[in-house]
Every structure is written in structure tokens, then in C-alpha cells.
């Protein structure tokens, strides 16, 4: 294994799309951003060095970060932001980690502009599990703001109401001709192949707000790796990627020469809400097709498909037996929903007092996380007390009755509170964590992603969670860091608690994580030195 260095400058940029332009964050000056190229075990060091005005953290997705939490990059979760003008240099080990996965900034809404791929290739000597393919390629899917994505953000939070749709999706940061600005902008991303040859693309879902449906034209897919694991090899037409999940796909070009189009369309579960509809284009594009042909088009799913993704689902399966717990030492069952959050604008009860005075709202086990304005690593290394508490429910909240001055008997996530609460996990727990979909303005398919850990995605379905006719898969299920709860419905997964640290835990939807859809575990050290988070690198930002 050897140390890999990389020099991130965090810059403003100016970029044109769909004939106007704007000034992003970007890093290096590049859209998408650089890419990690690695091998599994590697040491990766990345300086960053912050010269925009916005504070800044980027996030390792997917990287385990074994004994080194305080790399992982969530701002006020791990550290304090980056602050302009300042540097900081993440330290990590992709200890036992392979495959796709990637990095964006994880502060506001910053991601939508600053991310890109991390490609972590076997050891030496080690080959895949399926036939090399000819060549690779990252397929970066995005969504493309003309605004401010600062602002965005901020406007969404003090209208109450949903945020405005994206003005485009993006494939490797081109939205393609359906977003076509004049006779002359042809801003598509075009992937040449060879005919007969096979391709593995690497396929990462970086937008901000919305899940897609992925899919070639006349082309079939076999999936190999999802969140930077090998799967059992499963044929598709099309798959679905959550924000926050990588999905490894070999494609040959086997069909007449010609130009077939690759699109991204929005996989929407959630009634009632506007979006952005037109999937972005790119070309699969056999080396001989001459640009005066017509592009194939490809068919992506109706957009509330929910059987087109269970169907995709149920066909993920980790390539090796899996290595499960069996037995489990701490059973949690969190409710995952959006709300309102009545009490935030009528109840003057402080614990109503939330983030943003809004609306909307969202919530685990009934309470709408607060971010606190300190690093909680930070407070929890040193002992400092104030930033956070240590009572997150095993089990919704019933929460406090406004209108009848009594708690509710029933969980009732329309008055959820407001805080910063942590479930404290012992070193090397067996997690069962149950994700149940709720939600009283509307369920939907929510992408809840865990930092530090992968975990087995041991079951889901439709509707309540039963345990005595749920069915499980300890055999073979995918180890993932992202699993789309089902609209309605439930997943169950397991991991062991073996990292110690402070871990995130949200839905990667960006705005239900600033409505509150998000809350942290810790996990304790263990005995020994390895079992031990170190004390912090010299120099970690401060707040
Ligand atoms: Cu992809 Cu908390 O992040």
C-alpha cells in the first residue's frame, strides 16, 4: 500500500450552462471535480485549502474511515467548516475498500457543485471477479441550479415549502439536448466505444434533491459492484441510484454502429411536489456513427415507478456469503418522515424552537435534528458539555400533546422536537436498525445513508414493519452505505459498531437532511489501542 497526496483548492469558478453563467464553488477549477484514483489499503492525503468566502468541509462518501473520524468531514458533526482563507488535510486509510465510491463538500448546499469520483482498484495482482473490461468510465450523474446553491438553500428554509426544482440534471456535469439553450449549444457528454468491446462504467448518483432511473438504449446492463461492493452479477435494462449509492455496470457495445442515448430521469415517489422532469441525454456512441444520425432513444421508467425499483432491488445480492451478525445486542426502530412542524411556528415551548421558523419539516423518531454550531467529535473527545445530548430514542417519540396538554399515546410526528440528540452505541454492538417510512405530509422513498460503516441491507418491504412476517436475507444481502427506504415502507439492516467516533446518520436527499431528517450516533472505544479513535490532527479547523 502506498500514500497517495492530492492538493484540493477550493475556488470559485465561473461556468456556463444552458447559455448562462454563474460563479460556483469548485475545486481546482474543475466541474465535475478531480477524481481519487487509489488501490484498496492505500493512504490518501488531501490538503485542502479554502480561498472562497464560504465555509467549507468535503466528505469522503463511502470510506469507512476506520480510527480516523475525524477526516469524515460533516460539518459541525466531525469538525468545525474550513474556514475561508484556512487549510486543513484529510488522512484516511481505504483499509479493505474497493471500488466506486466518492466525495463531495458536506456544508450548506455546496455538494451540488463540489464532488467527483474516488476509484479504488484492487491490490496488485488481484483481478476482478468478472472479465476486465476494455476500459471505464465515471458517469457523475448531478442537478444544475442557476441560482445560488447557498441561497437555495436558505430561501427553501424560510419559505416553508419545498425548494425550487433543479433547472437541469447533469451527466458528468453536461445536461444534454433536451436542455438545449440555442441552435447552437450542444453541451452533451458524449462516451465513445468501440465496437464488440465491453465497458464498465462506474455510475454515482451526486444530485442534490432527487433519485434517478439510469438506462442505455437498446444496451443491457449487468450491475457488479454497488457502493463499492461486489454483487452477485444481475442483468438490467435499467437500474435506480439513490443520491449517495455507486453502481458498477458492464455494458458491451454489441448492437449496429449508431449513437444511442444514455439518460437520467428523476424516479419521484413522493405526491404532489413539482421537479424537474426532462432527463438529461448523454451518447453511448459507437466509433464509426457519424453525427448526422439519429441518437437511439432510450425508455426510462414512468417517474413513479416504485415496481421498477423493487424489481431492481430485489436482485442486489452481495457476490460472497455475507458475514451478518446473527445475534444482536441493540434492536432500534426509527420512523423517517417529513412533517409539520406545527409547534416550530405556534408553540413558544423552547424545545419547539426549530433550526429555520418553517413549515416543512422532517424528523427520526420525532425529532428534527438541530445542528449544533461546534464540532460534536469535538465536544465528545473533550468532554465538553453543552452542544449535544445523549438520549436519542430506541423507538419513536411520543412526543408532548399541545392541544391536549398530555403526551400522545401514539407516536405522532406532527409536533416532533427539535435537538441534538445521540444514541450511544457500545464498542462492537450487533445494530439492528429498523427504518420505517412515515410521514404526515407525504411518504416517500428516502436515501438514508450512514457514515463510518457499510451495513447489511438485511430486509425491506412494503408498508409496517412486522417482525413475525418480515422476511430476512442473512445469506447474501448487499452491503451498502445508502439504502432507499422503500416509499411506505420499511428496511431493516445490520452492522457492527466496531468504529469509534461520531457518525452521521441522514437521508441524502439534501433538503430533508436541512429539514431535519438526520441524527448521530456515537460509538465508544474499545480496550485496545486499535479499538481507540487518536486525539484530533493538529490541525483541525475550530469554530
Ligand atoms: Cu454523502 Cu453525509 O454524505
Redesign the pocket.
Known amino acids: 500500500a502506498t500514500t497517495r497526496f492530492y492538493d484540493f483548492k477550493v475556488q470559485s469558478m465561473k461556468i456556463t450552462k444552458m447559455c448562462k453563467s454563474k460563479q460556483i464553488v469548485s475545486i481546482n477549477q474543475m466541474f465535475p471535480g478531480p477524481v481519487i484514483y487509489a488501490q484498496e489499503d492505500d493512504q490518501i492525503i488531501v490538503k485542502v485549502t479554502n480561498e472562497t468566502p464560504y465555509n467549507t468541509t468535503l ?1 469522503w ?1 463511502g470510506v469507512r474511515q476506520k480510527l480516523s473520524c475525524w477526516s469524515d468531514g ?1 460539518s459541525y458533526i466531525t469538525q468545525c467548516p474550513i474556514q475561508s482563507g484556512q487549510k486543513f488535510a484529510y488522512k484516511f486509510t481505504l483499509e479493505k475498500q474497493k471500488g466506486t465510491l466518492f466525495w ?1 463538500a ?1 456544508v450548506s448546499w455546496l455538494r451540488a457543485t463540489v464532488y467527483g469520483a474516488i476509484v479504488v482498484y484492487p491490490k496488485m495482482g488481484i483481478p476482478y471477479p468478472f472479465r476486465n473490461p476494455y476500459k471505464e468510465q465515471i458517469i457523475l450523474l448531478g442537478e444544475y441550479w442557476h441560482k445560488d446553491v447557498v441561497q437555495l438553500e436558505k430561501e427553501a428554509l424560510e419559505s416553508g415549502g419545498a425548494p425550487t426544482p433543479a433547472d437541469a440534471f447533469t451527466i458528468n456535469g453536461h445536461p444534454g439536448p433536451n436542455y438545449k439553450c440555442s441552435s447552437s449549444n450542444n453541451d452533451v457528454y458524449k462516451m465513445v466505444v468501440i465496437p464488440g468491446k465491453t465497458y464498465m462504467l462506474r455510475i454515482i448518483n451526486a444530485a442534490l434533491n432527487s433519485e434517478h432511473f439510469f438506462t442505455i438504449a437498446n444496451h443491457r446492463m449487468t450491475i457488479v459492484e454497488a457502493d463499492g461492493e461486489y454483487t452477485k452479477p444481475l442483468i438490467v435494462d435499467r437500474l435506480m441510484i439513490a443520491p ?1 449509492q455507486t453502481i458498477n455496470v458492464l455494458v458491451t457495445a454489441d448492437q449496429p454502429v449508431n449513437r444511442y442515448s444514455m439518460a437520467m430521469g428523476p424516479y419521484v415517489s413522493a405526491k404532489n411536489i413539482s421537479f424537474q422532469k426532462l432527463p438529461a441525454i448523454s451518447y453511448f456512441q459507437y466509433s464509426g456513427s457519424t453525427s448526422n444520425q439519429i441518437v437511439m432513444p432510450a425508455q426510462l421508467p414512468t417517474v413513479n415507478d416504485s415496481l421498477a425499483v423493487k424489481t431492481f432491488m430485489d436482485g442486489l445480492r452481495s457476490l460472497q456469503s455475507a458475514m451478518v451478525p446473527r445475534e444482536i445486542d441493540v434492536n432500534l426502530f426509527f420512523t423517517i418522515g417529513l412533517n409539520v412542524e406545527k409547534c416550530r411556528s405556534s408553540n413558544p415551548d423552547k424545545n419547539c424552537r426549530g433550526p429555520h421558523g418553517g413549515v416543512l419539516g422532517a424528523s427520526v423518531n420525532n425529532i428534527s435534528f438541530m445542528s449544533p454550531s461546534f464540532s460534536l467529535l469535538q465536544a465528545y473527545y473533550n468532554g465538553v458539555n453543552g452542544h449535544f445530548t445523549r438520549d436519542f430514542p430506541d423507538l419513536p417519540l411520543k412526543v408532548y400533546d399541545y392541544v391536549n396538554g398530555a403526551p400522545n399515546d401514539i407516536p405522532n410526528d406532527t409536533q416532533s422536537l427539535v435537538g441534538t440528540r445521540t444514541k450511544v452505541l457500545e464498542f462492537g454492538s450487533r445494530v439492528e436498525l429498523i427504518l420505517q417510512d412515515t410521514g404526515t405530509v407525504s411518504t416517500e422513498n428516502h436515501p438514508v ?1 450512514i ?1 463510518g460503516y457499510s451495513f447489511y441491507v438485511v430486509g425491506y418491504g412494503s408498508g409496517n414493519y412486522n417482525p413475525s412476517t418480515a422476511k430476512l436475507n442473512l445469506v447474501d444481502p448487499p452491503y451498502m452505505n445508502t439504502i432507499g427506504v422503500p416509499v411506505g415502507g420499511w428496511a431493516a439492516i445490520r452492522f457492527v459498531a466496531d468504529n469509534p467516533g461520531v457518525w ?1 446518520m ?1 437521508c ?1 436527499l439534501e433538503i430533508h437532511m436541512s429539514w431535519g431528517l438526520s441524527m448521530a450516533f456515537i460509538v465508544k472505544n474499545g480496550k485496545g489501542e486499535m479499538q481507540s479513535l487518536p486525539p484530533p490532527p493538529r490541525d483541525m479547523p475550530t469554530c
Do not use: V
Request: neutral net charge; proline residues 9%.
Open positions: 466528505h462518501h460533516p463531495h458536506h449517495g445513508h457514515h452521521f441522514h441524502h
